[in-house]
Every structure is written in C-alpha cells, then in structure tokens.
C-alpha cells in the first residue's frame, strides 16, 4: 500500500514523497495509536485525542462536509481539506465534487501511517488532489493555481481544531490573504496589460542602449543598500542621508527623486516599474539626471527612454513573456522575482546585487498627521478622509495598522498587502540585515527599527571601499554583454511575432465569416487557441481569456459556449490589429 502511493505521490510532490520514505513506519507509530470507532471504523490518535469521530467517523465526515461547504462548486474550484485523519473526509470530498483539492496534514507521522494502510492513489493520480504537510508549499500552490473567479471552501476534520486551534486560524488568514493578493495582482495585469505590451515593444526599440541589471548580480557584495521612498520619514533623515552618502548604495523609489535631488543627494540607482504618465512623479528634465543610473521593469512607462540619464539597466520580470523568452535567448539576461511595486523592485535588487544590509527610509507606508509623502510639494493631488484617500485619481480605503511604536497608525488597504510583502521578503532572506528608520509608520517584522545613527555606527565599512561607480565601470568593463546582439534577437521575436498573428487574424476572419457546425468550428478554435498560445505580445493581452476559454474546452457543447468562444475570437481579432499597430513601429 505505502509503495503504491509513494509512487503516484512522486510524479506531483516528491519532496514530500522523500520525506515519507525517509520515516519508517515504526517511527511514525511512536506518536500515533490506531484504534476501532463504534461503527467498526478505523480511527487514529494523536496526543488522547481521536483525530476522527469515535462513534461514526464516515457518517460525521459527510456532516460536516455538507454543514461547511454551501456554495457550488465546479471543476476550477478549489477544496482545502484540513487534516488526513485516516482519510474518511478526503474519501467524501473526492466522490462528492469534481473540484481541486488541497490536503494539508500538519503531521507527517499521521500521513505516514495513513499511506502505509489505506490506498490513496487514485486520488493522487487524478490530477485533482494536491497533498501536502507543508503550510508555505501550500501558500505558493494557491499563489500559482488560483485565479480570480474560483472559489475556496475550507473543511476541517472537528477534532483537528482541538489540537491546532492556532495554526488553523493563521492558515485560515494566510490563504485568503493569498488570494487576496492574487486578485489584486490579477486587476492590475487586467488594467495595465495594453500599456505594459506597449511599453515592452518600445524598450525593443530602444534595447540597445540598455543592460539588464543582472550583469551588476553579487558585484556589491556585503555594502550596504539604502531604499529611499517619498514616506514623511525621508525627510526626517535627509540630512543623516547626505552625510552617509558615500558609505551607502543609494536605490531610489522614483516618487522621492525630485526630494533627494533637491538636497544634494545624488542616488545611484532611481527605480521605475509604473506603466502610466511616469515622467509627472519625478522632474525628468533635472541635469543632475545624468549623473543616475535608471533601472526600469521592461514593462515599465516607454517616456522612461526618452529621460537624460546615465544608464539604464533593464529589470527582467519573472511572470513576463517577453523578458522569459530573452532570457532563454541570451545568457546575460536573469530574471528577477516580479516586483510590482519601485520598492519592492529596489529590494529585490539590493539582495541580487550583493548587499548584506537594507536600511529603509521614507518606507513608512502611514500617514503622518494626514500626509503620505516627504514633501508639501508632490505632484499629485492628495485628499485624506476618514475612511478613504484619494491620491490623484485613486481612491483606496484607510486602514489601521501595527506602529513601530506598538500602538496602531492609519495606513491605506494597499499599502497593508504591501507591508504583509515586504514581511514574506526578509522572512525569506534571513540572510539579510534590514533595518526601518521610521518613526511613527508601519511596523515591517523583519526589518530593526532604529535611527539612521545607531544603524551606520553599527555597519561594517567594504574593505575596498570603492566607490559604487566605479564597480559599475568596472563590471560593464569586463563583461562581453552586447546590447546590439540581445536587440537583434528582440527584433527577430517581434517578426515572428508578426507572422503568427497573421496567421491568427486569417482563421479567424474566415471562420466567422462562414457558417460551419459544431465540430468544425470547435477543431478550428482549438487550433487558434494553441496559436496564440505561442505568441509573446498577444498571449500577453489574451492570459485570462484564454484561461476561461481553457477552461470551457473540457465543457459540453452547448450555444453558450459557442457564443462565449465567438466573443473570444473577436476579442482577439481587436487585440491582434492593436498589436500589429505598435509592432509596426520597430
């Protein structure tokens, strides 16, 4: 029985797979006794207490599967059971619904004595059941498989929440918070997937004035990295900023150029990744630019291009196409972890490039008797009131979250999915030494809070002391990176880009135009949608489309779905002469 389900546990988790293998079954019994429920059931026991009913453990699983799931679900939602127990509930939820499940077992000797007596492979060999003992594995699993419109449902074995009561209800939080996240990352590549294609097919034009950041990878080893945002706080420590300028590796948040430049403090790096009217949140005509390195998301605003700068390195997303394809192309070119925000761009560089210390200034993510930034003078318009803000034309509801100084501040509902990233960060970096300067703004566990003073009294100065310019000419010196090679290769992409989408736009054009039946029509769409799906730019336009398109195929046929498809395909025909548009201009 193990055997067997070792086997199909390999193919979708082996690391938990190896783990099992490595607890005999002897050891895993240590903890574990095995006994009868009064219905003849077996029923495990963990601690005096029974993990499953004692009296009917099949009949109670089936109650409270149907006391706690009340929606309906279909194939593309999800069934997070909490607890394996002997497998009674798992057994339910299988045969009653055909959606996702995730198992999560807090203790693996449980699993262990599980497989060793119940077969559980054809649940894993379905494809639908993903099982874990892992809470972060099953963090990351929902973080990839969940998309917008699925649904969750939760089920808990009634006695696991005797002996986990606390972890249940973090990992409750923890999931819709990842979903939460999820969403929102989702509405942004909804709004800003026009502009980012479009900014990415004008870096194309422009690759060849830019170096990924990659090629700087480990050069600042054990220097130490200061975030600059436009929080009140920058302006609390400008003049400590200035004076430990030269000991410091300075990434600006673009939002707080035009407040360091005002008092002479020349950043090394200015981080870009908004998509939209870019050049109004910095004075992009300042001389003192020439002095900066730009690091810009590819997705990033195409004005970035046209600014007076020093360099501009490019920073290679991990969720992009167009940045996936180069990367595989040309060896210089690494990715990076998606960013999203200039902040979290700027420390995930500061990590890629080497520094062992990250000090955050203007990182408050508060307000300060009602101002969000360092200066009076921003360049948008800001109206603060009691349960909303609104920051030129966004308006985001105000909440209250932890202080640095114990008590709870007011904060906007973005920034605190910011605040729980920015916590994930260093809690995956331990490596790290991050330190927060604020004084009144968010508290960011994992990052010391202390003042500017206690922090460089306390900083190691690099044994070589050069200077952060001089290892960036020294590095680009060195490196055999041709930026006309890696434009060649954009070009050639977009060319076959091109191609593809005229391919695309021809089948589509004669399938809508002629009356054909079901089974053509379908065998024809089907082959669009593999298409496309080997397309960069149009993909790009199409991601969730296609994901319910993906989703309808395995459905009946029915005049619904057909129509649903016809929306598609014209969908695409609009994105295709969209595309075809911006590509003609390399």
């Known amino acids: 029985m193990f055997n067997q389900n070792i086997l199909a546990l390999k193919k979708c988790n082996p690391t938990l797979a190896n783990k099992l293998i490595g607890l005999s079954f002897d050891d895993a019994r240590k903890t574990i006794d095995i006994a009868k429920s009064k219905s003849d059931d077996i029923i495990f ?13 099949v009949e109670d699983a089936f109650y409270d599967v149907q006391s706690s799931i009340k929606s309906s679900l279909g194939a593309f939602d999800f069934i997070i059971v909490f607890g394996l127990g002997v497998g009674y509930m798992l057994d339910y939820v299988f045969e009653k619904y055909n ?23 054809k649940y894993i060999e379905s494809g639908r059941l993903f099982i874990s003992c892992d809470f972060e594995e099953v963090y990351k699993y929902i973080s990839k498989k969940y998309i917008i419109n699925d649904k969750i449902e939760m089920v808990f074995l009634r006695n696991y929440i005797q002996l986990y009561s606390n972890e249940i209800k973090a990992f409750t939080e923890k999931v819709y918070e990842t979903c939460a996240m999820k969403i929102a990352d989702i509405n942004t590549i909804k709004v800003n997937s026009e502009s980012w294609v479009t900014s990415s097919i004008k870096f194309i034009k422009n690759s060849g004035q830019t170096y990924p950041i990659s090629l700087l990878d480990n050069k600042f080893e054990g220097r130490t990295a200061l975030i600059a945002g436009a929080g009140p706080s920058l302006k609390d420590n400008i003049d400590y900023i200035k004076k430990y300028s030269d000991r410091l590796v300075i990434f600006a948040v673009n939002r707080a150029t035009n407040f360091l430049l005002e008092h002479d403090v020349i950043p090394n790096f200015i981080i870009f990744t908004d998509t939209k009217d870019i050049t109004k949140t910095f004075d992009s005509n300042s001389p003192k630019l020439k002095d900066i390195n730009f690091v810009v998301d590819i997705k990033a605003d195409e004005e970035l291009y046209n600014v007076l700068k020093k360099r501009c390195f490019i920073y290679y997303p991990d969720n992009f196409d167009l940045a996936k394809t180069l990367s595989e192309k040309n060896s210089y070119v690494r990715l990076y972890k998606t960013a999203g925000t200039s902040t979290y761009c700027a420390m995930i560089c500061a990590k890629e490039l080497g520094c062992k210390n990250i000090i955050l200034s203007g990182i408050d993510l508060a307000f300060k008797n009602d101002n969000l930034y360092c200066t009076d003078n921003f360049p948008v318009d800001i109206e603060v009131g009691e349960d909303k803000v609104k920051v030129g034309n966004l308006e985001k509801k105000v909440v209250l979250v932890k202080s640095v100084t114990g008590e709870t501040v007011k904060s906007r509902e973005d920034y605190e999915i910011f605040i729980k990233q920015f916590q994930n960060f260093f809690s995956e970096n331990p490596q790290l030494k991050a330190f927060n300067t604020t004084t009144f703004g ?88 593999d298409k496309i799906s080997k397309t960069i730019f149009l993909s ?32 695409t025909l609009k994105k295709v002469d969209f595309l075809n548009v911006r590509l003609a201009e390399i």
């Open 540 to 571: 790009q336009l199409l991601q969730f489309e296609l994901l319910n398109c993906t989703k309808l195929i395995s459905q009946p046929n029915t005049v619904q779905k057909r129509a649903s498809f016809e929306l598609f395909l014209e969908e």
């Open 442 to 529: 968010a508290q960011i566990d994992g990052a010391e809070n202390l003042n500017f003073e206690e922090i460089m009294s306390n900083i190691e100065i690099p044994f070589d002391n050069k200077s952060t310019e001089d290892i960036i000419n020294d590095t680009l010196y060195e490196s055999n990176y041709n930026p006309v090679e890696l434009k060649k290769e954009a070009r050639n992409l977009v060319r076959n880009e091109e191609e593809l989408n005229f391919e695309i736009r021809g089948s589509i054009k004669t399938l809508l135009n002629k009356e054909v039946d079901d089974e053509v029509f379908y065998v024809t769409s089907y082959t669009i949608l």
């Open 99 to 121: 959606s996702k499940i995730i198992l999560i077992e807090p203790d693996v000797n449980v699993m262990r004595t599980a497989f060793e007596m119940v077969d559980y492979s």
């Open 45 to 57: 026991i963990k601690n005096n207490i029974p993990l499953e009913s004692v009296d009917n453990p």
